[in-house]
């Protein structure tokens, strides 16, 4: 990999209005109401091409109001979304919403009122023309040539097992580094998963005031389980987790934080907050898959790299998610829901060096628009993260 | 009124004979959608199963329960995925106390999407092969009210009903409808009037036809084609729809499919 430098980027994508990048053109129908969320996925499941998420959120203004619009603006915001079609009350919380997007930065856009359309029997079939416009406007465009630089990938782990550690981690964590190190942004997330590991990651802070962040970060989280009465060191690793032979959290958290290589840590972000520059980042989400996964979108975050010990078919709307197993037996017993069989370094087949270029191979084929299986599988799962449930405000 | 509706055992007798094909954690409700698309069953999407801690493990796993135990439902296919907190298993024993019709599969055992895709719809198929189901009167039809705080009107049609000798259970919303449907759907309601609140727009709840009614406000007069009744709807109209709707006529929220399951979280995720 001698012959890869900053200059001689291997990405193409589209570049956005705002000098963001996507690797895809997708076209996103984006209910901001939970009873309008029907109305998006009938819109999404009639025009090839477009793409819709499901939420619960019913336009209430609790304490977790501004993590929700966050997440919801950010998310209808992501640069691999060519034009997003949303579909409101015109309320004043869901254009908060929308200008919120805009002001991130929004290739297309179109709102369709129900209140304005007949209900939802005109928003349908109005969607369903805006979306079949938009996906035609969007085969037209080329890819170009892009930098290192218009990479955003998110590094997450689901379903940990004993191989984790050792297999699919350190060879995502290689490919990380040469990303990093051609400047391209990389994101290690899942605060639960790094309890335990947070010193040797403060260590490796090219600030020490990153460092310093990266404690608080994790401690604030452990306050914020402890109010709840609950001990997480006692309670991680998760049931599937020992199941698959690890023993414990420090174990869990020390294979977990290997994603992240060997980089330094240039920043901390906070959950669905975007990187302004290139860099290694640690943000603070949830261990929830797709709580995790949604933030990142909503972060701006292009490509994920998903390993997993267990399997698990989940996808994004936005984001094209590639999954590697951390075991050969997985791969092949579960094999529509993997990219990339680490397990070869347990094999003794394959290096980690070796499985570590194959990620870095993947993550540039899938930016440069071959289909993940979770794309193929249709996966476009959604959660919005609650700091404080739903039914106390 | 003299209803007839479907023989759902213990589960008393249901306005519907729903099949629910039933997630058991956010990493199955896609491939639970396609597998109910394809039998004609219901499902619904949400975000939970894992990542969840404290009273939200025993009450998530409880309100999957009410769900897969509702008069309205038949057969119950739990699909899970395997590695999370409420795994498919434990949770098709504890439904299987009160719904006997019930199966599970597990897509890290099924050999993954397509694997669990064909699978799912075998046992769903089997499932309903397996209980047909007869008719029976239902005698004790159990209407839930959702409504503001402030709208005399649901109090008006409770003494309209308790004249008319139907249960009744009446849940005001605070600030979100779906969870005092949630909270409806947990007491066996088997319908629910919405006298949905100014601001919000018609919804449902998967499980339970919901009976949508406007109010003035200018929102709803702008769409009042997705209400079931008027503003200006009296009791006896309200009444002789619900007669309808319990005995089969389908609702506006059942035909677009609007309204999503809210479920009652206390606890943050991790």
Redesign the interface.
């Given at each position: 990999m001698s012959n890869l430098s900053s200059e001689t980027s291997l990405l193409t994508g589209f570049p956005r209005p705002d000098g963001r990048i996507g690797f895809r053109n997708q076209v996103l129908v984006m209910p901001l109401?939970?009873?309008?969320?029907?109305?998006a996925?009938?819109i999404s499941q009639a025009v090839s091409g477009s793409v819709s998420a499901?939420?619960?959120w019913?336009?209430?203004?609790?304490s977790d109001f501004e993590r929700i619009t966050k997440v919801l603006a950010g998310f209808a915001a992501n640069p691999n979304v060519f034009a997003t079609i949303f579909l409101t009350?015109n309320?004043d919380n869901e254009n908060q919403i929308i200008k919120r997007a805009e002001d991130i930065g929004i290739a297309n856009s179109q709102i369709i009122d129900?209140?304005?359309v007949?209900?939802?029997?005109g928003a349908l079939s109005l969607g369903i023309e805006l979306a079949q416009k938009f996906v035609s406007e969007a085969k037209k465009i080329s890819r170009v040539s892009v930098p290192w630089s218009a990479l955003h990938l998110g590094l997450e782990c689901?379903?940990s097992d004993a191989l984790s550690g050792i297999t699919a981690n350190p060879a995502l964590g290689v490919a990380s580094d040469l990303l990093v190190e051609l400047g391209a942004v990389s994101v290690l997330g899942e605060t639960?998963e790094i309890l335990g590991a947070e010193h040797l990651l403060a260590a490796r802070a090219l600030d020490p005031k990153v460092g310093e962040q990266i404690i608080e970060t994790v401690a604030r989280y452990e306050r914020?389980?402890n109010y709840?009465?609950?001990d997480?060191r006692g309670?991680q690793p998760?049931?599937?987790?020992i199941?698959?032979g690890l023993t414990t959290l420090e174990e869990k958290s020390l294979g977990a934080a290997k994603k992240a290589g060997n980089a330094p840590f240039t920043g901390v972000l906070e959950y669905a907050d975007p990187a302004k520059k290139p860099g290694l980042y640690f943000m603070d989400t949830?261990?929830?898959?797709?709580?995790q996964l949604t933030g990142f979108a909503a972060a701006g975050i292009n490509i994920v790299v998903f390993t997993s010990g267990?399997?698990?078919?989940?996808g994004s709307a936005v984001i094209p998610t590639i999954k590697v197993s951390t075991n050969t037996q997985?791969a092949t017993?579960?094999?529509?829901?993997i990219d990339l069989n680490a397990g070869t370094i347990a094999d003794g087949t394959q290096t980690l060096q070796e499985v570590g270029k194959a990620i870095f191979d993947e993550i540039i084929a899938v930016a440069n628009g071959k289909l993940t299986a979770a794309e193929k599988?249709?996966?476009?799962?959604?959660?919005?993260?609650?700091?404080?449930?739903?039914?106390?405000? | 009124m003299k209803i007839t509706g479907f023989d759902h055992g213990q589960r008393g007798v249901g306005i519907r004979n729903l099949q629910l094909i039933l997630p058991s954690v956010?990493?199955?409700?896609?491939?639970s959608s396609r597998i109910a698309k394809d039998v004609g069953a219901i499902t619904f999407?949400?975000?939970h199963g894992?990542?969840i801690?404290?009273n939200?493990v025993g009450g998530i796993s409880d309100f999957f329960c009410e769900l897969a135990s509702h008069p309205n439902v038949g057969t119950v296919l739990i699909v899970g995925?395997?590695?999370?907190?409420i795994?498919g298993n434990e949770l098709a024993e504890k439904v299987l106390g009160s719904n006997p019709q019930t199966k599970y599969l597990v897509?890290?055992e099924s050999?993954?999407?397509?694997?669990t895709f064909e699978s799912g719809i075998k046992q769903a198929n089997d499932l309903a092969k397996a209980n047909p189901v007869s008719n029976k009167e239902l005698i004790d039809l159990k209407v839930g009210i959702e409504s503001d705080l402030a709208d005399s009107r649901a109090e008006e049609l409770a003494k309209k009903l308790e004249a008319a000798g139907i249960n009744f259970e009446i849940e005001n919303t605070?600030?979100?409808?779906?969870?005092s449907f949630a909270k409806l759907m947990g007491k066996g309601v088997h319908l629910i009037i919405s006298f949905t609140s100014e601001?919000?727009?018609?919804?449902?709840f998967p499980l339970i036809p919901t009976i949508n009614i406007a109010s003035k406000s200018?929102?709803h007069m702008?769409?009042?084609?997705?209400f079931d009744l008027p503003a200006s709807a009296t009791n006896v109209q309200i009444i002789d729809l619900i007669e309808r709707v319990a005995s089969g006529t389908k609702t506006k929220s059942e035909i677009?499919?609007?309204?999503?399951?809210?479920?009652?979280?206390?606890?943050?995720?991790?």
């Open positions: 109401h939970s009873a309008l969320c029907a109305t996925r009938s499901t939420h619960d019913s336009g209430e203004v609790d009350l309320t129900i209140s304005k007949g209900g939802l029997a689901g379903g639960t914020s389980i709840e009465g609950i997480m309670a998760s049931r599937g987790n199941e698959g949830p261990g929830h898959d797709i709580e267990r399997g698990t078919p989940t997985m017993s579960i094999p529509d829901l599988g249709g996966h476009q799962e959604f959660a919005l993260s609650r700091m404080y449930g739903t039914v106390i405000s | 956010v990493c199955s409700t896609h491939i999407a949400h975000q894992c990542g801690i404290g939200d995925l395997g590695c999370e907190t795994q897509i890290q050999g993954g999407v397509a694997g605070s600030k979100n409808a779906g969870i601001s919000q727009p018609p919804s449902g200018a929102l702008a769409l009042a084609n997705d677009s499919g609007s309204g999503e399951i809210i479920a009652p979280r206390v606890v943050r995720s991790v």
